[in-house]
């Protein structure tokens, strides 16, 4: 599913979403931003538990929020259901995300096939909200 169909239909069942607009920055770290929440949507193929999850976006996802209030989602859609997390609530309840290194291809561009160590983090389904979508 595309990320702008996930979002929506998850806008349409996630409370407080409001009216997530897609980032103009083809680069940016987030691929979605309301007044609440910046947001990154990954749409997969194979179910995992628990899902993956970059440093590096976690981090720069942090770090753009500044000093709005805004809070960081991360949103996993696997068969029309949404699996979504509160980083921002995870980070302040100390959670452990089990970050290690990983060598993974540099980009999901199939082209650039150079793989790189990565910053990797794990977040479990049981930690998500589950919406259908």
Avoid at 30 to 42: G, P, Q, T
Wanted: neutral net charge.
């Amino acid at each position: 599913m595309k990320a702008s169909k996930i979002i929506e239909k998850l806008s349409l069942r996630y409370p407080h979403m409001g009216c997530p607009i897609e980032a103009t920055d083809q680069f940016s770290t987030f691929d979605f931003e309301s007044e609440r929440y910046l947001i990154e949507v990954k749409s997969r193929r194979k179910r995992y538990d628990p899902w993956l999850i970059e440093k590096h976006k976690v981090d720069s996802n942090v770090l753009a929020t500044g000093d709005t209030g805004k809070e960081v989602l991360y949103v996993t859609e696997y068969e029309g259901t949404a699996y979504v997390w509160n980083i921002s609530k995870m980070l302040v309840n100390e959670y452990d995300f089990k970050w290690t290194q990983k060598n993974m291809p540099q980009t999901t561009d199939f082209s650039n096939n150079r793989w790189v160590k990565k910053d990797v983090g794990y977040v479990s389904e049981c930690d998500a909200t589950i919406i259908k979508l």
